[in-house]
Each structure stands twice: as C-alpha cells, then as structure tokens.
C-alpha cells in the first residue's frame, strides 16, 4: 500500500486521531488482545486483527508486519503481540485525560508575537507548541489560555532565540466581551458540545463496538482546551461523555475478567 494512501485509511480508521499504523496497531493490542490472539490462525495478521475490526483487511500483510515489528522494537509489544506496561504508557501519553478545573482565578495568559518571514518555521514550532498547551487563537499573532503555561512557552521561546519578536502578558479582561462568550467564540464551545452531546447519545446506546466510540471520543477530546467550568456552559457534556467513555473501558475490561 503507497504511504500517503496507508495514511489516509489509519486516519478514516481510528477518526482523525491517528496518522501512524503502530500507534493504531497498538491501540487495538491493548483493547483486545485476547479477541486478536488466536493460535490457530498462527501468524495470519490480516486475519488476525480483522476478528476485530474489517476495515483492517484492506490493510495489506507487509504494512501490518512493519507496524507490529516497530512496536516490539519500541518495547510496546512482545513476541506473543501482548502490549507491555511501556506499550500502556504509551497510549497514556497519546490520550492525556480530560480534566475540567473547579476553579478559575479570572486571569487570562497572553503570548503575542510578531516573527519575521525569514524565520517562519520558528514560527511554526512556536504555534504548534501554543496548540499544543490549547491555547486558542484570539487574532493571527495574538494567543491566549486560561491557564498559565507561559513558563513552558517562555522556554520555548528562549530555545528558538526568538525572544525579542515574543511579548508575554496577563490580564483579567480581554476585549469587550464576557470571558465565558470570549471563550466561546476562540475554542468553539457550541461545536464541541455537540459532538459531546452526540457521542453520549450514539455510545450510550450499548453498541457492541467498544474502539469506534472509543475512536470517536478521542477525536473530540484532541480539540478540547479543557477550560475551567466558570467558562463553559452550565449543561457541559463533556463530563458527561468522559465519565460515559470510562464506563465502557471498565465494561470492556470486566468482559475479559
């Protein structure tokens, strides 16, 4: 299978949350290692992981072996294919989880930058790393968090040697707005309490596919900034869906017990 087309069915699979088949191959390891393992099949991966999931088989046998090869190098996996106590970490470290604060101080945390042109893919690791903490966009060069992560941008920043285009600050007001409307329009709350809202009625319905809600689920966490609950809304779902997606992760686990 040609890369980019690998890439785009790891992408359809697991709904956006992953781009790498090892990481893939891994998830379905940890889930359903006892549903995968079958010594009759011997070493037949297509099959194999296709008991689990039939969108695999159009995953072709050298891909697979390569995935399941670079995870027992990883130490994710051993030879019988059982994920290992790293390989769990693993996926930890993928999906970190959602935890809403009870508490919110008023203040918002400011990075403002303006980098010149010639120094654009500086710019770039900047904005990841501003994503990456979920800090919202509030203009092009202008990002903003309700928490404060600006130590670890800060070393960011010095890293790059970009500190003199980089201006920090906090403050308890920004703009017009309400903080909770402000919030609203940066992450789009609506949309994401939708998907949130979606997801419990759709998994709450005892659907016997345990990895495309899991699947589903992650993809809505991978855009939420996990704000205080002063600035979401009063019927948030997204504590609704987390408490939702460990039921079924228990459910799966009391199955194999």
Not at 28 to 45: K, N, T
Not at 74 to 85: A, V
Not at 127 to 156: D, H, P
Request: glycine share 6%; with cysteine.
């Amino acid at each position: 299978m040609v890369k980019s087309q690998l890439g785009k069915k790891v992408l359809e699979i697991s709904e956006g949350v992953f781009a790498s088949l090892t990481d893939l191959v891994l998830t379905y390891l940890i889930f359903s290692y006892e549903s995968i393992v079958d010594p009759r099949v011997g070493r037949s991966l297509p099959y194999t992981f296709a008991k689990v999931d039939s969108r695999l088989e159009e995953i072709n046998y050298q891909s697979l072996k390569r995935a399941v090869k670079h995870a027992r190098e990883k130490g994710w996996i051993k030879e019988s294919l059982k994920p290992t106590p790293e390989g769990r970490r693993r996926l930890k470290d993928i999906f970190p989880e959602t935890n809403y604060s009870n508490h919110w101080d008023g203040n918002w945390h400011l990075v403002n930058f303006d980098i010149p042109e010639r120094l654009r893919f500086k710019r770039n690791i900047l904005r990841a790393n501003l994503k990456r903490l979920n800090f919202g966009k509030l203009q092009n060069s202008i990002w903003i968090s309700a928490y404060n992560s600006l130590g670890e941008i800060k070393e960011v920043v010095n890293n790059l040697g970009i500190g003199s285009y980089v201006i920090f600050s906090i403050s308890d007001k920004v703009g017009q707005e309400e903080s909770k409307i402000l919030a609203a329009k940066i992450w789009k709350i609506s949309e994401l309490q939708k998907e949130y809202q979606d997801f419990v009625i759709k998994s709450g319905r005892g659907g016997k596919d345990f990895l495309k809600s899991f699947f589903r689920y992650q993809s809505i966490v991978v855009n939420d900034p996990c704000l205080p609950r002063e600035l979401l809304p009063e019927d948030w779902a997204g504590e609704e869906a987390k408490k939702l997606h460990l039921s079924l992760i228990r459910n799966l686990h009391s199955r194999k017990n």
